[in-house]
Nanobody, 118 residues
Framework: QVQLVESGGGLVQAGGSLRLSCAAS????????MGWFRRAPGKEREFVGG????????EYADSAKGRFTISRDNAKNTVYLQMNSLKPEDTAVYYC???????????WGQGTQVTVSS
């Protein structure tokens, strides 16, 4: 079983950047697809992006395309979410997730708060 711990959240001005990290424990990290979701105040949790375990292919929500990049370092058991050109509407708690494939999420981290000021 993999356990996930997010870090890197914080307060940033609109137009700025943040990089979130998700450290995974467990020996089989490389066998899991990894992803990021977010939940904004008063809204449903939404998919941000994911990366496969097999070939590192990625997919993103429309809101993230062109601004966010997911990457993974299997040697460090870590997945990253690089967020550029941040907007106030990106303010949310960001959650790391893992699953047997992109879309089959079943392990979740505690979340890290990202606040973008205008």
């Amino acid at each position: 079983q993999v356990q996930l711990v997010e870090s890197g959240g914080g307060l940033v001005q609109a137009g700025g950047s943040l990089r979130l990290s998700c450290a995974a424990s467990g020996r089989t990290f490389s066998n899991y697809a990894m992803g990021w979701f977010r939940r904004a105040p008063g809204k449903e949790r939404e998919f941000v992006g994911g990366i496969s375990w097999s070939d590192g292919s990625t997919e993103y929500a429309d809101s993230a395309k062109g601004r966010f990049t997911i990457s993974r370092d299997n040697a460090k058991n870590t997945v990253y979410l690089q967020m550029n050109s941040l907007k106030p509407e990106d303010t949310a708690v960001y959650y790391c997730t893992a699953g047997t494939s992109v879309g089959a999420w079943h392990i979740w981290g505690q979340g890290t708060q990202v606040t973008v000021s205008s």
